[in-house]
């Protein structure tokens, strides 16, 4: 198995929670890719997207995460790592790529504001149309699939523990 391990999905899936809570089960390292892009350009992300735009924030992401060198760690990206190509091909290649698939209905349940959090929401796009775009792009570079559909996070957690240890079991 690859040394890390990626969390990707809609904004407010869990990627930070759960990966969090997945890393100190597997005694890794956690790394929250947003905080790791706030420290470098020593501003918050709703301010590079509010001064750069939304493109300028996503060639950011995708520098961020591209040039990410790290170890035994589960990495939490934003959402919307999933438009920069460069990003995904190094996410790829140092670690197995977990999909945390909700429902457009929870995510509009659990996003509260958008602007606050600084979803990469296009001009005239609604949460439904980014909601529709992004699914096929989390599918396709999912190496894992977890549906959190009546799951609380420790459920997610467990599951995804037995799945990472079955995939290190017939490895061996
Ligand atoms: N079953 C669940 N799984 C994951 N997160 C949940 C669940 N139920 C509620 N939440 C809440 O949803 C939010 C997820 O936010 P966050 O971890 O920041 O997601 P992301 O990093 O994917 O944007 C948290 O406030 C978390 O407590
Ligand atoms: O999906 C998105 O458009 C974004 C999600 C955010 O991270 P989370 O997915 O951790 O909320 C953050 O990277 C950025 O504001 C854009
Ligand atoms: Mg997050």
New binding site residues.
């Given amino acids: 198995m690859k040394s890390n391990i990626t969390m990707i999905g809609m904004?407010?899936s869990g990627?930070?929670t759960i990966g969090v809570l997945l890393a100190k089960r597997l005694g890794y390292s956690f790394v929250d890719v947003?905080i790791v892009i706030q420290e470098k350009e020593g501003r918050l992300?709703k301010e590079i997207i509010s001064t750069e735009g939304m493109d300028g924030f996503l060639a950011v992401?995708n520098r961020v995460n591209a040039g990410l060198d790290v170890k035994k760690s589960v990495i939490?990206p934003?959402?919307?790592v999933i438009y920069g190509a460069e990003a995904m091909e190094h996410l790829k290649e140092i670690s197995e790529v977990v999909y945390l698939k909700m429902s457009y209905e929870e995510m509009e349940k659990r996003i509260g504001n958008v602007v606050d959090?600084?979803?990469?929401l296009k001009d005239g796009m609604t949460l439904r149309d980014l909601y529709n775009e992004r699914v096929p792009y989390y599918e396709k570079y999912a190496d894992i699939v977890i549906d959190e559909e009546g799951m609380t996070p420790g459920d997610t957690v467990d599951a995804l523990r037995e799945i990472l240890e079955e995939k290190i079991r017939l490895e061996q």
């Fill in positions: 904004p407010s990627k930070s947003d992300l992401e939490a934003g959402g919307s959090r600084g979803v990469a």
